[in-house]
Nanobody
Framework: QVQLAESGGGLVQAGGSLRLSCAAS????????MGWFRQAPGKEREFVAC?????????YYSDSVKGRFTISRDNAKNTVYLQMNSLKPEDTAVYYC?????????????????????WGQGTQVTVSS
């Protein structure tokens, strides 16, 4: 089974940058699509970005982060990243990474929380104005 652990969250001023990492256990990490979601207090968990098993050729973003965030993966390190630039106060949330192990080698855009079957514990990102 794949287990996930996020890191890299913190407090940053508006306009700043952070890079989140999600380390995965398991030798089959490279087969699976990975996603980032976020959840602000009192709100539903929302899609941020996802990347297919093959990497940068298949990445997808929500409209709210497109052009500011970049998802990438390093299969040799079993890690997926979320580079977040030009951060805004409305980006404040707990950020979660997730993996879809039920559709290996898929290039689909998995945008729903129910598309994923394993989740990390989350990392807090706070953007001050």
């Amino acid at each position: 089974q794949v287990q996930l652990a996020e890191s890299g969250g913190g407090l940053v001023q508006a306009g700043g940058s952070l890079r989140l990492s999600c380390a995965a256990s398991g030798r089959t990490f490279s087969r699976y699509a990975m996603g980032w979601f976020r959840q602000a207090p009192g709100k539903e968990r929302e899609f941020v970005a996802c990347i297919s098993w093959s990497g940068a050729s298949n990445t997808y973003y929500s409209d709210s982060v497109k052009g500011r965030f970049t998802i990438s993966r390093d299969n040799a390190k079993n890690t997926v990243y979320l580079q977040m630039n030009s951060l805004k106060p409305e980006d404040t949330a707990v950020y979660y990474c997730a993996v879809n192990t039920e559709s290996p080698y898929s290039s689909r855009s998995f945008r729903r929380p129910n598309d994923y079957d394993r989740w990390g514990q989350g990392t807090q990102v706070t953007v001050s104005s």
